[in-house]
């Protein structure tokens, strides 16, 4: 159970590397423009933003892999936090579902997967 904790957290990991790219690099290139459906106008004026956007999945990609790299359960339990509440408030604010089933529902099953592995692997130890 660890190791696929370990798997969900990293594959959560490599969406938010790709939303990096997708947001700083694709967002006003076709790839971009049919992902978000968006005119070419409106990306040229919201690139910027989008950037930044991106660099801040960058950050979560980052931690989420760092908690993998030194096994430390307090980067991942906030970088799968911080996934998980992106979801809630990208449904909220968006006024569409999507988040929550492409942000949070990864979040949510890649945390508790990886809690429950934790939790077989300590009590595995204590006996």
């Known amino acids: 159970m660890r ?15 790709w939303f990096l790219v997708l947001e700083m690099f694709l967002f006003t290139r076709p790839t971009g423009l049919e992902t978000f459906h968006l005119s070419q106008q409106t990306a040229n004026a919201c690139a910027t933003l ?13 931690a989420l892999l760092l908690g993998l790299w030194n ?6 339990r906030y970088g799968l ?4 509440v992106a979801g809630v408030f990208g449904a909220w ?8 089933v ?6 949510l099953v890649a945390l508790l997967v990886s809690e429950l592995g934790e939790r077989g692997a300590s009590a595995d130890g204590a006996r």
């Open 3 to 17: 190791l696929a904790g370990s798997i969900l957290v990293g594959l959560v990991a490599l969406f938010h590397l």
């Open 50 to 62: 989008a950037q930044n956007q991106g660099l801040y999945n960058g950050f979560v990609a980052v």
């Open 71 to 76: 096994k430390s359960l307090l980067l991942r």
């Open 81 to 84: 936090g911080c996934v998980m």
């Open 93 to 100: 604010s968006l006024g569409d579902p999507g988040p929550l």
């Open 102 to 107: 492409g942000q949070l529902v990864p979040g």
